[in-house]
């Protein structure tokens, strides 16, 4: 019989939504050791968590996180809110002995992020952070490859995260764009994934050279915001406010392994939905993925003959590749919400095996402090080491 | 408060697995008006029913359909099995009164479809065929701008269904390569897909010619299967048994709006995994779908000015489609298993709402028209008309 | 020293033009063993094909073929004009013992065709015909991974040849709408290409079934054209003509070897230009091309190991691929007028050094019995035998 | 009648032989008002530039580069020889009087850039740099596109220039890996290119901030190499040499007018053969441009309609298209040595008609002026503003 894991997740918005689909469903799919138990959803607006609770099939819903990592019967703790709560709650739940499964990007800061990583590992409890990207059957799938030696060694490794969904100047100041709670904008949003992956495929990051911009410094207030978040009385109609987030962020790095790589990441990117894309290039071939195409990976190998080499397009959906077994028939393909279910299955399986568990709070750790580094870089206007942070 | 509407499945293997799913999952994402409850799921195997009634969430399972349908706490029969099942179960569920949602194709023959159709028909039940494709965004946008007039008159009608699941000569004689399981090979289970998507997109079929073969006419046959199938002891060392149903239709065929289409369905494209490919050619513009790519609807229009033609790919995953409002943000893509949630969702809406739903037993019969016309058309080595059978 | 071959074409239209630029530039890149002399270029318009003459780079010109083809000075007539002149020119330059090269479809019916078959062989002259896409590099290494066995037995063969220039109703009555000028419509001129395509790389054809349609069956006649191509006086303001060729034709086919196949040609498939596109499946593996695409071949092979399948795009730009090693460094593609240049030379090569060439004409006359084959069976509404043609 | 304007060549190898064909085919498809007389063609080996004059088509030939440019039957001086040599024969052309077509990068340095444009602007002669990529149809059309306000006020820029050619570190040390003849590698090779379409596209840029690296030190000598390029005795059996350009340089970049960019090349990237990838960012819609499918161009347009928004492939072979109504029809599409018969065409007509031409020496130094800003940063580690060059 399978163990139960008592699940609390404190967030009921589109990550709270993924994340409880993903505890919904992992149990029809993966024999993962353990299924989660789903005791209870949290938020601050009582009516809208308890239908939240209802809608997404949770037992029951808190209104405080604090009481919710407090409960005796919740094992572990789910965090799905913007960055600037992160640490807060980490802490309180591993001083409470909860295992943690934690949005990206791990805080808003790099000093949040070590302070959480130094509360589990105190605390001695399972953690991970939710870069779901690396759960793609085909991002694993290229992990595979380059362990397998199919590249070689890398040379280049070349990323971009895609979006367009501010560029209407009219688009209002949600919190995405706010300082204070998001951290920062497309960086700490996408970047951190393109890092992640880095970190994922190539390796460590030592030097990194960036800039940003915001491109639209002054945006409509959303209805009942907070003033404090800057707003001021426009000249029109309506109140304007300050953005405080970069709406782009690009940066060059070296690896530690002397493999050498961009990364981009902007919201200003016009009919790019979500486009996650990545390069890389090896010594012996070179592999190439976009998000918007997800069952898809690019591989091209120079062993294969010289009139017959080119770029295979894999359709990631065969039960030779991760994850893929538990679903459908060959090109059936899966959707992006699959990736939080592979997350869970693995984490559910990580706690009851007693084995690790990847990405985790080190690892959340490693992308905050490329992150902070960018950002020193670009307001410095100079090349940053990281391991100097 | 929506009504609860109780369901009972027979069949619990690939199908009954996808419409397990589409009924946990649609209250989550859909408000439909009314809920589905995992009531029963039947198998005659019990202990893989019992199994697989506990792994999807079912309340319950029975060992047999008889008394599935005769149990008065079900509303809903849901006949996910082969074909050579479909018509006595649903009469029988018609006879009870209960709504009826059954795989594709409706039956084996048309002479069964139709008196499936006039079971229902007379019971006054919902009743729907799960040609889900029709439920994929992209080819409901499809129907969209069709009937916005953005294509025009349609000239041509163009589809294939690719698949390669049975190269391997030493590939079993599984139940679908059995005629008296099947009915047919890929022409019942592939075709019958691209002939309902051409009446939905394109409208009805007047006359076909077609052909089909079988290019490997014998099969090891697969542990413990009946010898009743047309085993026979070959020279080797494992037991052969012929092919009764053919590995790859082709059919031409005039609709009766003017269009003239092609359709082909095989198991011997090496590559092509579940390639469910159309393209319609109009007077004003033309679309074209892949089910490998299937968010990505291709669009091309003449009313772009000359120098800016050309075939826009739109990546059918924004608030502004078809069904997509209910799932994530644009570019967060969607999966093969979402169309029968999409279905369950309609056929939900439908009962409690008393509104029709397509398509229905009588798109099915449509259908099984178009399926035997061409198999007699292939037999007999001519032109067939469709309103003759 | 290079021989010098003398040539005479006759056309000097939009194959004239293409044929005149591979004189022209052959032997810039090629070492054929022979350079063609551009001795006089034939048409019936004077002042126009002076004008070509000079812009194009003909030493002179005539403005009748019976007078080029009995010139002493004359080695090599090239027949780039309409097919109903064609069986006339070819005979008379056969007689006058001059190698032919002549533009496809060979002649307008299977009689004619095999009258000049018949005329070439008796002249023992070299004879060629100009399917061009032969010698595309991307369907000249397709045949070479087919002759390696890279793709094993084929099963399948999946044509299409769409374009979209008549889709304007008013689009005007030209040359190519006249049965008595061009013979048919896309049938002669775009399936006459795939049919020769099949025969390449797939083999013979045995049997077809086919149908045709013309959708728009009255157009505007064009400024000055002969009253007698079936002209009447309309009811508006511009003279309309009566169309007398096919606007699509599709067809069916088996193969000699067990293969099966599909054909269409249109000219009503908005958006899509020149899109000469097949696949081909066989037990080993797959191929697919798209003229639009030319520098592209799409290569399966079941022999990659199975996580790591797909079609890879093989950019035919190597010095490994055929025909490229003359041209410019990977990746610097190349256009459709090379195809003429690729002909020219393996003509010329092959007149220097006595060895056949092909497509010849026996090649166009099987070319030309399945489109006879096809136009019969549309007619009849059955199947046709070829070898009963 | 066509002005005749006599050309003198210099350089018969890659560069030589595209620019040779040009000359050669220019009058056949455009009326440019003038027509080039191909005089003479110039190298230093006697045996192996004869040979090239009578492949190429010149009247005949010269060993000094010097006595060339003094010839009074000389127009124009066509330079496409390595970078070391541009200045000098330059300057001396522009000091005779001729007109001047020059392979890019214009210099090895900006100094010599400069000096190469001051000589021209005193000769008052036409000048013009071989950036060819701006005069593919699909280019110039992102730019007409551009122009007409399609896609508002840029944002972004995005370009790489990736190749593969020297990935086996057998490779030798041919010229183009030796800085005192190439002055840099893929830097001022690729980067160059792509810097001038920025130019082209976006508009000057103001900061630089890159990086480089050579990936691969050391190679072998090629036969004959100059043992003062820095060769040495290697332990093995072959004289190996240091290379001493970069492998791969990266960049990023502010524009004056606020876009921002990023600029990659390098010659690691396998796969990649000749991939000059571009994309571009608005307020009102994107551009992407692939130099391997260089017959394409992809538009979105933020005008669609919400849901029939997307990239559209525009296959760049319409009349409506520039430079293609000299070709042919449709969707037959063109090759990359026809972008240098467009620049001949231009560049004729600008001296016959006495208009000027783009990309001219000016446009050379500009590139030149952030090609040495990227290395300069590099080297130093810091921004670098263009205008402080």
């Known amino acids: 019989m399978p163990k139960e894991i008592n699940v609390g997740l404190v967030g009921y918005s589109f990550m709270g939504k993924a994340h409880s689909h993903a505890y919904r469903d992992v149990e029809m799919f993966f ?18 968590v308890a239908a939240a609770a209802k809608k997404f099939g949770w037992e029951g819903y808190e209104t405080s996180w604090k009481k919710l990592v407090e409960r005796d019967d919740i094992d572990l703790v789910d965090i799905s809110t913007p960055g600037d709560s992160h ?37 001695k409890v399972k953690h991970m952070v939710a870069f779901n990207y690396r759960r793609v059957p085909a991002v694993a799938l290229a992990r595979q490859l380059i362990e397998e030696g199919r590249i070689g060694k890398i040379y280049h490794w070349r990323a971009v995260y895609l979006q367009d969904w501010i560029m209407d100047p009219n688009f209002p100041l949600v919190w995405r764009l706010v300082k204070k709670q998001a951290g920062s904008g497309p960086h700490g949003d996408l970047n951190a994934h393109i890092i992640d992956l880095a970190h994922y495929l190539v390796g460590d990051i030592s030097d990194v050279v960036g800039m940003d911009t915001t491109f639209i410094k002054e945006r409509p207030m959303p209805e009942g915001i907070d003033a404090s978040l800057g707003a001021r009385v426009g000249g029109g109609r309506r109140r304007m406010g300050r953005v405080t987030v970069d709406d782009a962020t690009l940066f060059l ?21 979500n486009h996650n894309r990545f390069e890389i290039n090896g010594s012996k071939g070179s592999l190439a993925f976009n998000l918007e195409k997800m069952n898809e990976l690019q591989f091209y190998s120079r062993d294969d003959e010289p009139h017959m080499q080119g770029f295979r397009e894999i359709v990631v959906n065969e039960k030779a590749h991760p994850y893929i077994a538990a679903w459908w028939p060959p090109g059936h393909i899966i959707g992006w919400e699959h990736t939080f279910v592979h997350e869970v299955h693995d984490l559910l399986s990580s706690i009851v095996r007693g084995k690790p568990v ?12 490329v992150l902070e580094g960018v950002s020193l870089s670009a307001r410095e206007k100079r090349w940053v080491k990281i391991s100097e942070l």
Do not use: Y
């Open 358 to 369: 990847h990405p985790d709070f080190e690892d959340g750790v490693r992308v905050q402090a």
């Open 253 to 273: 790095a070296r690896f530690k392994n002397g493999a050498i790589g961009s990364f981009e990441a902007t919201r200003f990117a016009g009919g790019r939905r």
């Open 87 to 123: 640490r807060d709650i980490a802490v309180a739940a591993a001083a409470a002995g909860k295992h943690i499964f934690c949005e990206k990007p791990l805080a808003n800061t790099l000093a949040e992020a070590r302070e959480m990583l130094d509360a589990v590992q105190k605390a």
């Open 31 to 48: 024999d993962s050791g353990a299924v989660p138990v789903m005791k209870a959803i949290c938020g601050r607006n009582e009516v809208a």
